[in-house]
Each structure stands twice: as C-alpha cells, then as structure tokens.
C-alpha cells in the first residue's frame, strides 16, 4: 500500500533531514519532529520548495521528555487524519570507554537510542492498532552486529538493543496489517560523525539517505544500507575475530 502520511523523528538534521528531503519528493504528506524548531521551520520551506502538493507539519520534541512523544505523536495523527508510516530516527552517539569517567555520557545515549526508542515506538503502536494498519520503522545501526570499543561501546549496545526490540513487535504483530522494520544503516556522513575522518565504505548524506528510503520502502524485517557492502558484510562482521572489529573502532 501506498504509505503516504510519514512522520519521521530527530529530522532537523542528518539523516532524519535526508529521508525527510526524499520522501517529499515522492510525494509524501510529513510529520517533522526535533528538539530544535527553528531548523525545523528551515526544512519545511525547504520541502515546500521541492514539492509545494506536499503537507508538512512540524513540533518541537525532545524524545527524552516521554510523555511529550504521545502528545506529538497522537497531534500528527489528528493534524493528517492518519499516520502510516512512523520512522523512529532520534538517536546521538556520545560516549566513551566504560571506566573513564564519562557515565553522564554514556547514560545519556542509552536513554536517547533506546529508552526513548521505546516511548516512540510504544506510542506509534499506539496508533498503528487503533487504525489496524501502519509501518514502524527504527533506525538501527550497521554496529548493531558486534560489540564496539571506545566511544562506540554503549551505542552499539543500544543499537542491538534496537533491534531485537523491533524483532519483539513484528513477531507480536504478524498475520496482521502492522508492518514493523528495522534498517542498519552502514556508514553515512552526517552531523554524528562528522569529525571521524577515516572510516571503510563512507558515503555522503544525499547517497546514504536515497538508500535508506529504498530499503525502508521495501518493508522487510531487516535491512542493511546502503545495499552495497552492507548487504553482505555484515555477514562477514559477525563472524570476524575481535581483533578485527577493534581496529575498525
């Protein structure tokens, strides 16, 4: 079925920005949340500009202020009459290795990637059984196969963490309309990793973002993109000896 009500979390920059960019092209109808409205307000003249059929409604949201997420969610869904797609995209990466001081840090994504993934996801649910259809959609991680050192520890672990939550609402779901999937994205230039100046398989914003929305189009349990290497690497990755996956982080 055509999915044309999208409401995508985190989406006042990186890559919530870019999905929001290529599914207003498309022709879709956007639900926009951030915690920084201005940016939001930017996109929206920006989305209008490439497609002025296309209806876009914004809010500001902190998704670590929980009850906020039902009250944003629930307004999109009476502003558009309908969602039919949520992607849930909010996430940060700050940390640092466990022991070095940095726990504020390191709690702080944990809450962000996956406590508040819950309250998104809860919430878009929420919805989706109310209206017996819709497509949650939650934006994993390519790290989400191994654990990573360093700044990537507790990412990684939220991002698996992600994942088999997506894997728990699509087998309480199946044989009904509720259709649930989780994309791992590989590495993709965007405002969390702008700073990392060697990483294997890059692509820029634009790229990776094109990518996304072909696999989340696509509506499978999982998937890895951009398609190529990831579609077969991460294969290789779970597998690899420790040593290896250390000198990747």
Known sequence: MKRR???????SSGLGKGMAIEFAKKGCNLALCARRLDRLEELKTELLSINPNCRIVISSLDVNDHNRVFEVFRQFRDELGQLDRVIVNAGMGKGASIGTGYFHANKQ???TNFVAAIAQ?????????????????????????????????????T????????????????HTPIKVSCIHPGFI????????????????????CKALVKAIEKEKANSYAPSWPWA???????????GVVRQMS
């Open 109 to 111: 994504t944990a809450e």
């Open 121 to 157: 996801a809860e919430a878009a649910m929420e919805i989706f059984r109310h209206q017996n259809f819709g497509h949650l959609v939650n934006i994993s991680s390519i790290s989400a196969v191994r654990g990573f050192r360093r700044a990537m520890t507790v990412y990684a672990a």
């Open 159 to 174: 991002k698996a963490a992600l994942t088999s939550l997506s894997e728990g609402i699509r087998i309480d779901v199946m």
């Open 5 to 11: 009500n999208i409401l995508i979390t985190g989406a």
């Open 189 to 208: 230039r965007s405002e969390i990793n702008e700073t990392v100046e060697k990483v294997p398989f890059i692509v820029d914003t634009d790229t990776g």
């Open 232 to 242: 077969w690497l991460h294969w290789l990755l779970r597998v690899a000896p420790v």
